[in-house]
Every structure is written in C-alpha cells, then in structure tokens.
C-alpha cells in the first residue's frame, strides 16, 4: 500500500515536497516513481528512481527542477519540486514495480498510490 502525501497551494516559483509511505512490502526490492495527471489530460511519467537510489530518471519537463530520492529505512519516497510552474498543477501519483523499464513505462504496475493534489497559481 502506497499513501502519498505534501501536495497543496503554492504560487508560481514556489516548491513543494512529496512524500509517499509503503507498507506491506519489501520496499528496498521496488523501484518507485511519480506520476502526474492534469485536468483532462492522460497521466505521464514525472520521475523514477532505483530500487537502492543509484539512479534516477526524469521526464524532460522534471529535468533540472525537481528531484526524487529515497529512504529505504523509513520505506518512503520523496519529490522535490522547485520553481513550480502553473503547467505542474496536476494530480501526483506514487507508484512501485520490481522492473524499473516497466516502471517508467507506467503499464500495469505493481501498485499505485492514492494522489495527492499540487496546485501552481499564477
């Protein structure tokens, strides 16, 4: 189970953390990752990192501003999101699978979490 939190309110240029907690699995054996939908739009890929943090993955529109990491000892994962822009405003979702190609691909994963809302006002 995936529980996302940290999202909220912030002006264009402001920052904002996201926090998703595991529970009931092994969570250093999942690669995890953020993803993102925006009103009307289809959900897509934000970042991913591996199963012991050695390498992260961004979409273009992350690269540069925000930054996934993890903590494997409280089995939490986190996105560090500055400089935010109004296009950021989306829905993020949380997610974990074992195969770290099929993660980024957002395909039937393994698990998701349950979204948390970051809105950027202009």
């Known amino acids: 189970q995936l529980q996302a939190s940290g999202g909220g309110l912030v002006h264009a240029g402001g920052s904002l953390r996201l926090s998703c907690a595991a529970s009931g699995r092994t969570f250093s054996g999942y690669c995890m990752g953020w993803f993102r939908q925006a009103p009307g739009k289809e959900r897509e890929f934000v970042a991913a990192i591996s199963q012991g943090g050695g390498s992260t993955y961004y979409a273009d529109s992350a690269k540069g501003r925000f930054t996934i990491s993890r903590d494997n000892t409280k089995n939490t994962v986190f996105l560090q999101m500055n400089s935010l822009k109004p296009e950021d405003t989306a829905v993020y979702y949380c997610?974990?699978?074992?195969?770290?190609?099929?993660?980024?691909?957002?395909?039937?994963?393994?698990?998701w979490g349950q979204g948390t809302q970051v809105t950027v006002s202009s």
């Open positions: 997610a974990a699978d074992p195969h770290y190609v099929k993660l980024v691909s957002g395909k039937a994963l393994d698990a």
